[in-house]
């Protein structure tokens, strides 16, 4: 990759990176709910004014708007739920690492309805090395004691698993459509499906976050978590999938826990434990060993 591809790798890194950040200050103002409505409407909004401004049209069909309203269920309306639920006792950044989880559930998933992405080797034994490291950041007893922090990781956990079902759910019905087409109707449909969801769960926001004194703080997470971190976000990830590809792209998952966790430490005084961070490590190992990358390098080198 060049000097332009990593810096973008570098920008999306930091943009999701920051973005679990943002849902801890965020959470001070909104419940989960509310939250990640604020997050997909203003997504939405901005992703598809600037599309409409560079010329861009979204298809009118009802099989690519129906594949977008599944799509926006899998990849933002229940992860960015169950993220934000699950960062209400957990760090940013244990929430970032545990994050690193999407990659070895979707290869797993993809395996089951894809039958371009067989289950190899590699990948097989690096899913093990990756859910090792997952259990180890979580913690063996975790698996046996249900407490809030431990009900939080699990539900970042399942986050990963929806996100690898939009990953299929893609592949299978919206391929044929362009990808930035693809975000901005799904960033639609979700900020159709999440007001409602939201005064279901939850009755109206808080009439106090429009107080003068959290104005600001609110101002400033809109900007954040919808513009920056969402419809900012999107078009740099498929620009780095054009430029790079998808193998290339799989880095981010391993930069985002970095930028996260600094951000936890400088910001909010939060630090992750040494647990967690060999849980990382092994998540790092896993992601290279799924790769591949590293196996054909020894190859060469014995060769």
Same mark, same amino acid.
């Given at each position: 990759m060049n000097v332009h591809v990593w810096s973008l790798l570098l920008l999306l890194s930091f943009l999701w990176g920051s973005s679990f950040y943002i849902v801890e200050v965020g959470l001070v103002f909104l419940d989960p709910f509310w939250l990640v409505s604020l997050r997909v409407v203003t997504g939405a909004v901005v992703l598809n004014i600037g599309l409409y401004l560079a010329g861009h049209r979204l298809p009118n069909s009802r099989p690519f708007w129906g594949g977008c309203l599944i799509i926006g269920l899998l990849n933002n309306i229940l992860p960015f739920t169950l993220l934000a639920i699950g960062q209400q006792s957990v760090t940013g950044g244990v929430a970032a690492i545990l994050n690193g989880n999407t990659a070895f559930f979707g290869v797993i998933v993809a395996a089951m309805f894809l039958r371009s992405e067989p289950l190899r080797l590699h990948r097989l034994v690096g899913v093990i090395i990756g859910v090792m490291g997952v259990v180890v950041s979580i913690g063996p007893s975790a698996l046996l004691t249900l407490d809030v922090s431990s009900a939080g990781q699990f539900c970042i956990v399942l986050a990963t698993l929806s996100y690898s079902f939009a990953t299929v759910w893609g592949k299978l019905k919206l391929s044929a459509y362009p990808a930035l087409s693809v975000a901005a109707a799904m960033l639609v449909c979700s900020a159709m499906m999440s007001v409602p969801i939201a005064l279901m769960m939850t009755g109206l926001p808080p009439v106090e976050i429009f107080l003068p004194s959290n104005r600001l703080g609110l101002l400033q997470v809109i900007i954040g978590i919808g513009v920056f971190c969402t419809a900012l976000a999107y078009p740099i990830y498929f620009k780095i999938l054009t430029l790079a590809g998808a193998s290339n792209l799989s880095l981010v998952t391993i =930069? =985002?826990?970095?930028? +996260? =966790?600094? !951000?936890? +430490? +400088? !910001? !909010?005084? *939060?630090?992750?434990?040494? *647990?967690?961070?060999?849980?990382f490590g092994l998540i790092v190992a896993g992601l290279a060993v799924m790769d591949g990358r590293i196996l054909k390098r020894l190859r060469l080198k014995r060769s």
């Open positions: =930069i =985002i826990p970095v930028f +996260a =966790i600094s !951000l936890d +430490a +400088a !910001l !909010l005084g *939060q630090f992750v434990t040494g *647990q967690e961070m060999r849980g």
